[in-house]
Each structure stands twice: as structure tokens, then as C-alpha cells.
């Protein structure tokens, strides 16, 4: 992992002294554990701060869309496959071109869910966590323990099938075959086995801890409308209280506004300050985007999004 | 068309999460069917009495909080 | 009074006297997280835990809160007029409650009831009905900074009973006469227990002095101006993503949003938290929107907190240093490196 961080030094170096890019959008190491944060440098000697880590758990692609310096110039961004996926959603969508952007490819090793390392070590303070070959050394006041990541990382990990970024202009690192294990298909929409009111405990139990802080929003590449739908004043779509029916709109309007868009890169979930697992029903939609449209998200810069298209035998089965 | 693909998933997402299948309904009827209309209110509103009240997304502002 | 102690087998018929006229509630084990909830049983009380994740503000200052209701019928005798909601009907006792927590209520005691025209009824009313029983920090956080901006581990401010953690025993120490009448059963503390406590003290307030703390000398003597146009801004907020996180969690943050809600024949006026991360925050009706930037929106968490609370408040500062934000901000914007920014 140190020598795919040297390489994005490296790389972001070159591109800024060469003066290719403004600035190099990746990570850099956090002042807690298990928080790498997005980090811009703009000059040769802050691209010495670049990390890379399986602690990057933002969507680098997110601030392409939200950066307030600099917005005209070009920017290099440290992209996985999931932040590859965005940047082609995005460009799709006409947010940025691609000649805006330069990307610095890495396959990605997977992520790792602060929560299930934190379950592993109950109302412990952990205060330092460091990577080991394929083990994390969890330290504490009064513990050290080796967690082998793969017991530890985000679920849409194991289930990633593009780990390796679809569109580069440099990689850095070797490109990855493997999967984590997971099938998505067998994990995606948990809640179909269950009966209809069971499915309304569920879903309303997964969002009960919901402080609608909306960071799942804004951590999402997707989310970048100037006003979103549960800001608009005139009318007002969406109540502002904790009661649940306000708390449910605003979970499955957003998840639906980013049907066939989702490149299920688990930034919601990792953003999220009380725990909430969205994925429980953003993965039906892209289940369903997938079997209904046969479409992936962000895979290829041609292809129509699903929903901006029809074709005249789609499904209708449920229209009278 | 477009609305097609929108509703399919809409649909699925609704009752995925738990609202019962039935209380949502879709038709195409053209503004020269009036009979369809007729006939599609009148399916809708029977088969909404049928499952009775609606018992998820719900907000009761007498409620405390 | 003299100091009391309180055996930890004791604890159950302590409680039951607290809990006479009182609901009581506590930081606990929920699933996992440690939360603050209703208290059963002694049994149930966490000893070797850091804080709640999140503040127990919403005890006077819930997330939602319905303030008025009125008959939505103007044809109606009492048609469109506010009636109150009732008071709270039974007191509390927050217990376990971590002297950070506490001092920052007094804090917001500050803004919440300013003089005889600020004073805010809802909070007068629960934190009046509240009795505030605190547990000392003997083993601090990495992001605990309270010994840097005036608060610290073994903190009494704010509260009204701080207990000490001895292992077996607690040191009970009344800090207002609120509760002097549970305590007054319980027998006398030796000196060697006030030793151990004061030991506890110093080791905890060493533990937090050891940490990154915050330095804000320089900024009393500063322009309001010269803070609000420094260079740093547009770099923080940089990777800032706006959302709610670092406000919803802190003790201090305080803002809200009051709507008016309709059903039918019956409306209610009702409070919701809001925080200044938030665009519509403060969008005009005309479309023109003071803050619109989020350089603009970050900018004011800190400068409130560290500048603006501090000159209109008699220099207390708008932060307790519980380290809350620095633990659960998505981007890991440290309120720390922040304020040794804007102090340098």
C-alpha cells in the first residue's frame, strides 16, 4: 500500500511542477484513526501529504462537482473503480468534461468499515490503527490486537465487481482480478424474502438512529443539485421534524433520485455519523436497474442512462 | 416512456420498503378515454378501501415530538 | 457539604430515591453504541466508557419540538390563537452525564436566557425541572481538548452532584443544594478517598493536557474582521462536504428552524434543529442568500463558536472540547487544527 502512496506522490508531483493540473485531489492521513480525509494539493511540496490507505473512505469524485477554488482549471484526481464510475456518471451527466480531469488510476484494495472494527473492541476508545500486510493493528489504551481486514471491510467491498478504474490516465500499482468474494446478486434487496409489513419494520428500524444531518447526501457524487428536494422552501416537499414519514421521504426520495446512477461505492454508508446501512434499499434499485435495463452504472462513457431511454417492450406488467 | 422505466422502479422501491402492494396503481389513459378513467377511479378507490387505512408514512401532528 | 461516598452496591437504592418524582436517564450500551436512554436498573449504568456519541441537548432541546398548537379555522373561537404546549409534566435526572456535557449547558444557558426579553421558556422549563448528577473523566479521549477551553475532566460547572469513579465506591461531591436531601444519608468521604479522587484528577487532567488541545489567546485581541478574512477559510472548507454532522453532535450548537404545520383543523408551531452548514440556512425570500458559499458556511461554525460567542458572552467560549465533531466528521475536519489556524 506505501508503494501505491509513493506512486501517487510521485505522480502528483510531476503533473504539478509540470504544471498539467492545478491541483491534486487524493487523501491524507487523518487526525484519528481510520479517517483518511480528502486532501488538495497544489503545489509539488503538499502533494507530499497524499496518502493511500484502506482508510479512504470518501468518494474522491464527490468534489469535483463541489470544489469552490479554482474551478476552472484542470484537476488530477486519485480514482478506484468506484470514483472512476462517478467520474463517467458525471461526465454523462455534463457536469464536468473529461478534459477537466486527469486521473491517476489505483485498483482499489478495499475499504474498511470503521464500525465493524470498532464493534470488534465494545465502548473501547481505540486510539490508533495501522495497516499490516493483510492484518490491521488495533491499538488501544490497554490493548493490541491483529484483525485481518478481510473480516472487516465495507459490504459494498466484498461485492465489488470494478476495482480497477474504467477510465485513466495513469495507473499507479498493479491492476487487481480479484473480487472480495461477495456476489452481489445474492446479498442486493434484503428485505424481498420478507412480507410486506416485515419490510416496513426493517427498513424503518435500519433509519430509526436517522439525525438528517444528510451527510449520506453530501458525501454523494451523485447528490450535486444546487437545491435539493428537501431544501426547497416553495413548496416544501419534505417536513423537517423526526417524525418517521419525514425521516422515510427523505431516505427513499433520495435513494430514488439516484436510480441507475448508484455505483454502489459506499460513501453514504461510510459518511454516515449514526451507522445507518442505506444500502439495505439503495441495493434494490440497482438490483432492479440491472435485471429491468440490463444496466451497470459509470461503466462506459457511451452508454444511455437507463432512465433517460426507453425501449418499447420495457416491463409494464404493473400498468392497467 | 420514459415514466415507464421511473414508475417500474418507483413501484418496486415502495413496496420494497414496505407499502403494500396494491395501494399504488398506474394506467395510461388518454384524455379521449374517459370511459377508462371512469372505470380505472373507481378500481383504484375499491381497491384502496379494500386494504383500509394507510399505516406506514403517516404523520400525525397531534402526536407529542 | 463535605464530601460523601456512595458504595457501588449501593447504587440500586440510591436510583430509587432519585427516581422518586424523577425519570431518569443515562448513557448506556443500545446495540452497541453508548446512547443516553431511560434508566432501569443500576445494573444498566456504563463505568468504563468515553461519552455518548451523541449530546444529551435533546433533553432540553429536542431535535423536534411542537412549542404551540392553534385550531387552523379562523371562523373558529379560538381559531389561528397559540396556546402553549404544557410544561414538563414530571422532573429528571440525568446521571452519568460527563462534565463536558454539563458545561456546555451553561454555556447555552447563556444564550437560551439572555436577560428578561431572551429567554427561552422550553429550555427554562427542563433544564428548572433537571437534575444534572455527573461523572468525572478519569480516563480522557485522544480527542478530548476540555482543559483547553475551560472546561476540564473532573469539571463541576453545570452540574449539580459530580461523582468520582474509586473502583467499587463513588466520591459524591453536591455542587449546588438541588440534591442535598438525597445525600444527606450517605456517610461522610475519608480523607485517604479525597486523596484518590484528587490523584484521579491530576492524572486525567494530565491525560488531556497531553493531547492536541487548542490555543485561542490571540483571539480576544483580534479584529472581527481580520479573523473573518483570513486566508485559512477557503482551505477548510475545501474538503468540507456541508452536511449536519459536526453541529447535530456538538453540545453548544443550538440553532433551529420554527415552522407552522397543518392537518385539517388542528396546526402546531414546532422547532427543528438546523445548523449553519446548511444552504437554506439562511436563503432569503428573495433568492439572495448571505452565506452562499460553503466557505461561508464553515467559517461561521468556527467563528461563532471561538469568536462571536466569546466577545458578546464575557469571554466564555462556545466550546467545551468534547471532541465529538473530530470524531465523527466524514472529512476529518479537526476543530483543533481549525482554531490553531485562526489563533496563529
Known amino acids: 500500500m506505501e508503494a501505491i502512496a509513493q506512486g501517487i506522490r510521485e505522480a502528483a508531483k510531476k503533473l504539478l511542477s509540470q504544471g498539467a493540473v492545478d491541483c491534486v485531489i487524493g487523501f491524507a492521513q487523518g487526525t484519528v484513526p481510520m479517517r483518511d480525509y480528502p486532501y488538495f494539493a497544489y503545489t509539488p511540496e503538499e502533494a507530499d501529504n497524499l496518502t493511500w490507505s484502506r482508510f479512504c473512505c470518501n468518494n474522491l469524485s464527490n468534489f469535483l462537482v463541489r470544489r469552490e477554488m479554482g474551478e476552472a482549471g484542470k484537476v488530477a484526481i486519485v480514482a478506484q473503480g468506484c470514483v472512476s464510475r462517478n467520474i463517467v456518471g458525471l461526465i454523462k451527466e455534463n457536469q464536468i468534461t473529461r478534459e477537466q480531469v486527469h486521473i491517476i488510476g489505483v485498483a482499489s484494495p478495499g475499504m474498511v468499515d470503521r464500525g465493524k472494527v470498532q464493534a470488534l473492541f465494545p465502548l ?105 428536494f428537501v431544501d426547497e422552501a416553495r413548496p416544501q416537499w419534505c417536513g423537517k421534524t423526526q417524525d418517521e414519514a419525514d425521516v422515510a421521504t427523505f431516505h427513499i426520495l433520495r435513494a430514488f433520485h439516484c436510480a441507475g446512477r448508484c455505483t ?3 460513501a453514504c454508508e461510510s459518511a454516515c455519523p449514526v451507522g445507518i446501512k442505506m444500502r439495505g434499499f439503495t441495493s434494490k434499485i440497482e438490483k432492479d436497474i440491472r435485471e429491468l435495463y440490463g444496466y451497470a452504472p459509470g461503466m462506459d462513457l457511451e452508454e444511455e442512462p437507463p432512465l433517460s431511454v426507453y425501449k418499447p417492450n420495457d416491463p409494464q406488467e404493473f400498468i392497467k | 416512456m420514459y415514466a415507464r422505466r421511473r414508475f417500474a422502479v418507483l413501484k418496486n422501491l415502495l413496496e420494497y420498503v414496505g407499502i403494500e402492494p396494491g395501494r399504488l396503481h398506474f394506467s395510461w389513459i388518454s384524455s379521449a378515454e374517459a370511459t377508462k378513467f371512469q372505470e380505472t377511479v373507481i378500481e383504484v378507490t375499491d381497491a384502496v378501501k379494500a386494504l383500509g387505512p394507510a399505516k406506514h408514512m403517516i404523520k400525525d401532528i397531534r402526536k407529542v415530538a | 457539604m463535605a464530601e460523601k461516598i456512595l458504595a457501588k452496591d449501593q447504587l440500586d437504592q440510591f436510583l430509587g430515591k432519585l427516581a422518586e418524582g424523577r425519570e431518569v436517564f443515562a448513557p448506556q450500551d443500545v446495540e452497541g453504541k453508548v446512547a443516553w436512554a431511560p434508566l432501569e436498573a443500576a445494573a444498566d449504568l456504563l463505568w468504563d466508557f468515553s461519552n455518548s456519541d451523541m449530546s444529551p441537548k435533546d433533553y432540553f432541546f429536542p431535535q423536534t419540538e411542537c412549542m404551540m398548537r392553534f385550531v387552523n379555522k379562523a371562523d373558529d373561537e379560538m381559531g389561528m390563537i397559540m396556546q402553549a404546549e404544557p410544561e414538563l409534566n414530571t422532573p429528571r435526572a440525568l446521571i452519568n452525564m460527563r462534565p463536558c456535557d454539563a458545561k456546555a449547558f451553561q454555556v447555552l444557558d447563556l444564550i437560551f436566557m439572555q436577560d428578561e426579553m431572551t429567554d427561552d421558556f422550553y429550555w427554562r422549563d427542563k433544564r428548572e425541572k433537571s437534575l444534572l448528577v455527573g461523572l468525572a473523566c478519569n480516563d480522557p479521549c485522544p480527542t478530548c481538548f476540555c482543559t483547553s477551553v475551560g472546561c476540564g475532566p473532573h469539571h463541576e460547572t453545570g452540574l449539580d452532584v459530580l461523582l468520582v469513579d474509586l473502583g467499587d465506591k463513588l466520591l459524591v461531591k453536591a455542587v449546588s443544594d438541588k440534591a442535598a436531601e438525597l445525600l444527606a ?56 462536504l456541508n452536511c449536519g454532522t459536526c453541529t447535530y453532535c456538538c453540545p453548544t450548537c443550538h440553532c433551529f428552524d420554527i415552522q407552522d404545520e397543518v392537518q385539517g383543523d388542528e396546526g402546531r408551531r414546532v422547532r427543528n434543529w438546523d445548523n449553519c452548514m446548511s444552504w437554506l440556512f439562511t436563503v432569503h425570500g428573495t433568492g439572495h442568500n448571505p452565506r452562499g458559499s460553503k466557505t461561508h458556511r464553515v467559517r461561521q461554525r468556527f467563528m461563532h463558536k471561538f469568536k462571536y460567542i466569546p466577545d458578546k458572552r464575557g469571554g466564555e467560549i462556545g466550546c467545551v472540547g468534547c471532541g465529538r465533531c473530530v470524531q465523527l466528521c466524514p472529512v476529518n475536519i479537526d476543530v483543533r487544527s481549525v482554531v490553531n489556524d485562526m489563533n496563529a
Open chain 1, 124 to 228: 473501547k476508545t481505540i486510539t490508533e490503527v495501522t495497516e499490516d500486510g493483510e492484518d490491521l493493528v488495533v491499538k488501544g489504551k490497554d490493548f493490541e490486537e491483529r484483525v485481518p481486514t478481510k473480516k472487516v471491510l465495507r459490504q459494498n467491498c466484498y461485492t465489488c465487481v470494478q476495482r480497477n478504474p474504467v477510465i485513466v490516465d495513469e495507473m499507479i500499482g498493479e491492476e487487481s482480478e480479484a473480487t472480495h468474494g461477495g456476489n452481489i446478486d445474492k446479498v442486493a434487496a434484503p428485505w424481498e424474502k420478507l412480507m410486506p409489513e416485515e419490510r416496513w419494520e426493517a427498513f424503518s428500524e435500519s433509519i430509526k438512529d436517522c439525525i438528517r444531518c444528510y451527510a449520506c447526501r453530501d458525501a454523494c457524487p451523485l447528490c450535486y443539485c444546487h437545491v435539493c
Open chain 3, 185 to 240: 444519608e450517605l456517610p461522610e468521604a475519608e480523607q485517604a478517598d479525597l486523596d484518590q479522587a484528587a490523584e484521579l484528577k491530576k492524572a486525567a487532567e494530565d491525560m488531556v493536557e497531553a493531547n492536541v488541545g487548542v490555543a485561542t489567546d490571540q483571539l480576544e485581541g483580534r479584529e472581527v474582521m481580520e479573523l473573518y478574512e483570513a486566508a485559512l477559510w477557503p482551505r477548510v472548507a475545501e474538503s468540507c
Open chain 1, 264 to 266: 454502489d461505492c459506499g
